[in-house]
């Protein structure tokens, strides 16, 4: 009996079963799914059946780096429970994909790339059949340059890639990654702030400003206004920060002290 490739992957995406069990299943049933299905039972099989249909609010983030910290991942398979993404299993099969991403430079490459001669999107598809929940790799995020730095929070909820203009201490660069997992910086500097926001708070000061102080002059009020955009700016500038494990400097002061040379090109920052 022959049958599709496409029968094959409906089977085990509402079964999780493996394939070997799905291909005996529709020979037995002549490629009729509810059939198979009904054999895979009467076999034994545990079957998470609708699994697709199920809802994953919850999940896990990892970030890898390469050997020489020139390539960086971030992926984020996403679950049905918060008590799945912190089981060891699931974060010991996450990590070794992370691990894996780096190979990769977008979503389907790495999903149609073999690991131990099965393809990383049937093994997520297995995956379920074991921990009996619905499993997406819905991110996937990538980053190439001179110097790559990674950091996942120790909730596996955000993860951090940092690209560097040059290579300094590992274990200070990995500073800089926890501190915008921490402090969630809109942008490096004001030259790259987001345009949409600040327009948006320019709005907002000035209306709390003149509420605020209606009894003072236009001029008072501008420069007043001025004070508190330049604040929000900062706030919300990586370089402009404070840092968060030394309050006496900002992020700018503290890649200076290493090198006036030293910059950040580019950072990401994913949370789940």
Known sequence: MKFSISKLKELRKITGIGIIDCKEALIFSNGNIKNAILFLRKKGKKIYINRYNATTSEGVLMSSVNSNFTVGTIIGI?????????????????????????????????????????????????????????????IFEYLEGKFIIEYTHNNNKISVLVQFSKKFDVLFARD?????????????????????????????????????????????????????????????????????????????????????????????????
Not at 244 to 264: G, P, R, V
């Open 78 to 138: 996403s679950c049905e429970t918060d008590f799945l993404s912190k089981n060891k299993d699931f974060l010991d099969f996450s990590f070794l994909l992370s691990n894996h991403s780096l190979l990769y430079k977008n979503k389907n490459s790495f999903l149609n790339s073999s690991f131990n001669k099965f393809k990383i999107e049937d093994l997520i598809i297995d995956k379920m059949g074991v921990v009996g929940e619905k499993l997406i790799l819905n």
């Open 176 to 272: 800089i990654a926890m501190h915008i997992a921490a402090m969630n910086p809109l942008s490096i500097d004001c030259k790259d702030f987001p345009e949409n926001i600040l327009q948006e708070e320019i709005k907002i000061i000035k209306n709390q400003v003149i509420i605020n102080n209606k009894n003072k002059s236009d001029n008072l009020i501008d420069k007043i206004i001025k004070g508190k955009l330049k604040k929000f700016i900062n706030d919300n500038t990586l370089l402009n920060q404070t840092f968060i494990k030394n309050k006496k400097l900002t992020i700018k002061d503290y890649l200076y002290s290493f090198d006036k040379k030293l910059n950040i090109i580019s950072f990401k920052r994913i949370n789940i």
